[in-house]
């Protein structure tokens, strides 16, 4: 079972919001206007959160909006109740054993406590043309956006594994969005939805993500850096809702 509530027929949004960039009052300016755009979950956490600040962060969220928050945890060290959902992100594209499984370890005790909580994903990596925060903090190597057999192929493994979903990530502020051939190769070869992030900068990008198999898309730098997409996705959203 998908506690995501997230199926193969699916086309939703979220929105990611990492913790470090914002106080308080930055926090809800952004989550007014994520309320206008209507995602089907917010995602918060990020490969690199310094300020310990995802607990206080979600606590906030979910005061003031009612959409389903789901942690994106970069580190076992972010894991909090103060969440709907929790993606366990195991790394299947490196070969950093750590984040396959030596942080789960750590934090199995946790776990336990939240396993209502907790959705295994399969996290992987392709190239967005550089590198990238989770790039550098994983100390991995991205599979390239034109490897798209070893793209099904990790993927295919992750199904066998027992994931709930794929997670195909370029990264926080990637060049280019995973091309569309990656995301329909690995759609076509798996029976688990796909979730894809990184690079999405226009309502465009997010239609072509769905076009070619995404189940999830995911939008954070988009939202956050660049306002000029709030108008048009607000736009998109009631025309589609």
């Not at 995802?54 to 894991?79: C, D, M, N, W």
């Not at 502020?173 to 939805?193: L, T, W």
């Not at 997409?229 to 959203?237: D, Q, S, Y």
């Amino acid at each position: 079972m998908n506690k995501l509530n997230l199926n193969k027929s699916d086309k939703k949004l979220a929105v990611l919001i990492d913790p470090d960039k914002h106080d308080f009052d930055s926090l809800i300016d952004l989550l007014n206007q994520i309320e206008n755009v209507h995602p089907d979950y917010i995602l918060i956490g990020g490969s690199l959160v310094v300020n310990s600040s995802t607990e206080e962060a979600a606590k906030q969220i979910r005061s003031y909006s009612s959409v389903p928050l789901v942690l994106f945890p970069g580190h076992f060290t972010q894991l909090t109740s103060q969440v709907d959902h929790i993606l366990l992100l195991s790394l299947i594209s490196g070969r950093n054993a750590d984040l396959l499984i030596g942080q789960h370890v750590l934090a199995a005790p946790k776990l336990k406590e939240l396993k209502d909580k907790i959705s295994p994903t399969g996290y992987m990596l392709i190239d967005g043309g550089k590198p990238t925060s989770v790039s550098y903090i994983s100390n991995t190597s991205p599979i390239p956006a034109d490897k798209i057999d070893i793209g099904i192929c990790t993927a295919i493994a992750g199904e066998a594994l027992g994931m709930n979903q794929i997670y195909l990530d370029a990264g926080s502020g990637a060049m280019n969005r995973i091309p569309a051939e990656m995301i329909q190769g690995v759609s076509k070869s798996i029976d688990i939805p796909v979730v894809v992030g990184g690079g999405i900068r226009k309502v465009s990008h997010i239609e072509a993500c769905w076009d070619a198999g995404a189940n999830l898309v995911v939008i954070g730098n988009g939202i956050e850096d660049g306002a000029e997409i709030i108008a048009p996705l607000v736009k998109f959203r009631s025309r589609n809702n």
